[in-house]
Every structure is written in structure tokens, then in C-alpha cells.
């Protein structure tokens, strides 16, 4: 079986995590508070690639200082960023909180994911002043990806494809070398594409999207394959 990187998840279950490792998906999981680091730290899992960061929905509840010790020993930092369509917290708590932890980040020269919803244009402003390695993912506005693709940032074909005229701009726009795929987990996946969605689905919602780059892009599948493994083991190594 190929091995297929999944470059943006949540913890989800155990059984999740289990059928992923089982299937050759290695996921990019990213813990968004103290208590899901706490869990993520301490799976030992092949298939698992780790990264941590105060989630924009957890910038008024999770304590910064609570996470540093994560982020300094995270090789990855994220997801990370600002959100006014799906959640409550304060505009100007969550930049407090997605600034202090760019500047880490900057600091020590750790790739970014970037979690940007309604917050597009100001965040691309920001991580200007942060220059670094960085994953936009699922990104789905119509406007404004070139902020970041000038930048050369990452991103990810969300797990709607071509269903969403958003994603497809994604994939026409962002150059095979920064191209990923991503479930955001088996949730997020049912969120977006229904309920009949199952676990033994996942393999297919990211052969899927691969399918949509080579079609897209006019390469084989074999090369889709390849590039979406190396632009998210050169994106994890920070380059
Ligand atoms: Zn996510």
C-alpha cells in the first residue's frame, strides 16, 4: 500500500488514529490546548507527525504560558491563527495570542499551520513581519490566497475538492511544490462531504484530492503522489 501524508488532522480516536496507521496515512496532527498536547505528546505512533499551538476557538480560554513548554519542543507550531466566522473569541485576544506564538516561532525557525477563517487579508499582513515557513490549510475564500502564495507558503487541497470553487482555486493556483492534501480529520471530512462518510472513507477523500492535482496540474498520479509526499516532509523539515 502507498504511504499517503495527511498534512492537517485533529487527535481524533484511538480507533481513527489506529485505522490511519494501518492504512499507510501519516497525519499531521495538530493539538490545539494544554489537554490535547498533553495526549499527543505521549503517543508513541509512526504515523504521526506532531505539531502544537493555541487553536484561534482557544485564545481565551487556554493559559499562554501553559503551552510554552510545547511549542519549545514542538517541531511543528499550529494550528495557529484567527477566526470570526466560527467562533466568539475577542479579534484582538486571538491576535494577542497568534502574534505571541509567530514571534516564537520566528524565533526558532519552526514551520507554521495557519488557521485563517474570515481573517484572511489581516492575517497575511501579519505573518509578514514573522518571515518563516508556513501551511495554509483548507484555505477557502475566493480572495486573497496570493497573499500568501507571494509569501511561499503551503497549502492544502481541503477534503471538498472540487465540490468547493474555493479549493479548486487552491489547486490551480498554488504551484505543484506547495501542494498537500489534508481530512482535517474524520469529523471535519463528514462535516463537509455528510454523515455517510466513514472512517474506511479517509484513504479515498486524500486519493481523491490527489487525483485533483494531477488532473489539475497534468502530471501522473504517481508523480501527484510524490510531490504531495515531499512538499509536506520538506514543509515538516521546516524548509
Ligand atoms: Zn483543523
Given at each position: 500500500?502507498r504511504?499517503?501524508y495527511d498534512a492537517?488532522?485533529?487527535?481524533?480516536?484511538?480507533?481513527?488514529?489506529r485505522w490511519r496507521?494501518?492504512?499507510?496515512?501519516?497525519?499531521?496532527?495538530c493539538?490545539?490546548?494544554q489537554?490535547e498536547?498533553?495526549?499527543?505528546?505521549g503517543?508513541?505512533?509512526?504515523h504521526?507527525?506532531?505539531?502544537?499551538g493555541i487553536h484561534?476557538w482557544?485564545?481565551?480560554s487556554q493559559?499562554f504560558?501553559?503551552?510554552?513548554?510545547?511549542?519549545e519542543?514542538?517541531d511543528?507550531i499550529?494550528e495557529i491563527?484567527?477566526?470570526?466566522?466560527?467562533?466568539?473569541v475577542p479579534?484582538?485576544r486571538?491576535?494577542e495570542?497568534f502574534?505571541?506564538?509567530?514571534a516564537l516561532?520566528?524565533?526558532w525557525k519552526k514551520?507554521?499551520v495557519l488557521?485563517v477563517?474570515?481573517m484572511?487579508?489581516?492575517?497575511?499582513?501579519?505573518?509578514?513581519?514573522?518571515?518563516g515557513t508556513?501551511?495554509?490549510?483548507w484555505?477557502?475564500?475566493?480572495?486573497?490566497?496570493?497573499?500568501?502564495?507571494e509569501?511561499g507558503?503551503y497549502a492544502?487541497v481541503g477534503?471538498d475538492?472540487?465540490r468547493n470553487p474555493?479549493?479548486?482555486?487552491v489547486?490551480e493556483?498554488?504551484?505543484?511544490?506547495?501542494?498537500m492534501v489534508?481530512t482535517?480529520g474524520?469529523?471535519?471530512v463528514?462535516?463537509?462531504l455528510?454523515?455517510?462518510?466513514k472512517l474506511?472513507?479517509l484513504?479515498?477523500?486524500?486519493e481523491?484530492?490527489?487525483?485533483?492535482?494531477?488532473?489539475?496540474?497534468?502530471v501522473t498520479?504517481e508523480?501527484a503522489y510524490?510531490w504531495?509526499?515531499?512538499?509536506?516532509?520538506?514543509?515538516a523539515?521546516?524548509k
Amino acid at each position: 500500500m502507498r504511504t499517503i501524508y495527511d498534512a492537517h488532522a485533529h487527535l481524533g480516536t484511538e480507533e481513527e488514529r489506529r485505522w490511519r496507521r494501518e492504512h499507510g496515512i501519516v497525519t499531521m496532527v495538530c493539538a490545539g490546548d494544554q489537554e490535547e498536547s498533553k495526549v499527543l505528546s505521549g503517543l508513541e505512533d509512526s504515523h504521526l507527525v506532531k505539531a502544537y499551538g493555541i487553536h484561534p476557538w482557544k485564545a481565551d480560554s487556554q493559559d499562554f504560558e501553559e503551552m510554552v513548554p510545547f511549542l519549545e519542543k514542538a517541531d511543528i507550531i499550529g494550528e495557529i491563527g484567527m477566526d470570526r466566522i466560527w467562533c466568539q473569541v475577542p479579534i484582538k485576544r486571538q491576535r494577542e495570542i497568534f502574534e505571541r506564538q509567530l514571534a516564537l516561532a520566528f524565533c526558532w525557525k519552526k514551520p507554521v499551520v495557519l488557521h485563517v477563517k474570515g481573517m484572511e487579508r489581516e492575517a497575511a499582513k501579519i505573518i509578514r513581519r514573522y518571515p518563516g515557513t508556513y501551511l495554509v490549510h483548507w484555505y477557502s475564500d475566493m480572495e486573497g490566497l496570493e497573499d500568501y502564495l507571494e509569501q511561499g507558503c503551503y497549502a492544502t487541497v481541503g477534503p471538498d475538492g472540487m465540490r468547493n470553487p474555493a479549493v479548486c482555486q487552491v489547486l490551480e493556483k498554488t504551484p505543484l511544490s506547495r501542494l498537500m492534501v489534508e481530512t482535517d480529520g474524520l469529523g471535519a471530512v463528514q462535516w463537509a462531504l455528510g454523515d455517510n462518510v466513514k472512517l474506511q472513507d479517509l484513504r479515498n477523500v486524500l486519493e481523491d484530492s490527489i487525483q485533483s492535482i494531477a488532473v489539475q496540474k497534468g502530471v501522473t498520479m504517481e508523480e501527484a503522489y510524490q510531490w504531495t509526499e515531499a512538499n509536506f516532509l520538506r514543509f515538516a523539515a521546516g524548509k
